[in-house]
């Protein structure tokens, strides 16, 4: 499932607040969303995995990506023209560049079982 803004950003940082302890699976926080086969992502899975990149015609490049990331609440995406931040529970754990994309919608993918607690969604616009 896919839930994304109806209004398009360009410099933005979105904070998620969100309790996966009940959830197994990943999630894609995604900025720049044009259609699902083109936007950036930040992804995480119960697993402890973290990705950034960005989905081209549906092919993933992946610009950073880390491991062994658990028991988290506070996920944080930061996309600035051509430099790309992901945050988990404040500290920052992945660092990507790439051409700076075309403004898009915000939102994000949910693959996996269970529920999840979204107490808090909050879009700056940098």
């Not at 119960?46 to 062994?68: A, L, P, W, Y």
């Amino acid at each position: 499932n896919t839930f994304v803004t109806h209004n398009n950003y360009q410099n933005v940082q979105v904070d998620y607040y969100i309790d996966l302890s009940a959830f197994e699976g990943e999630i894609k926080l995604i900025h720049h969303f044009v259609d699902i086969q083109n936007y950036d992502f930040l992804s995480f899975n119960t697993s402890g995995d973290v990705t950034q990149g960005r989905v081209i015609n549906s092919e993933h490049k992946i610009f950073d990506e880390k491991k062994d990331i658990s028991d988290s609440k506070f996920f944080r995406g930061v996309a600035n023209d051509t430099h790309f931040r992901g945050y988990i529970n404040k500290e920052m754990a992945v660092h990507g560049h790439g051409d700076a994309p075309r403004s898009g919608s915000v939102g994000l993918n949910i693959e996996g079982e269970g529920s999840i607690l979204i107490s808090r969604i909050e879009l700056s616009q940098l």
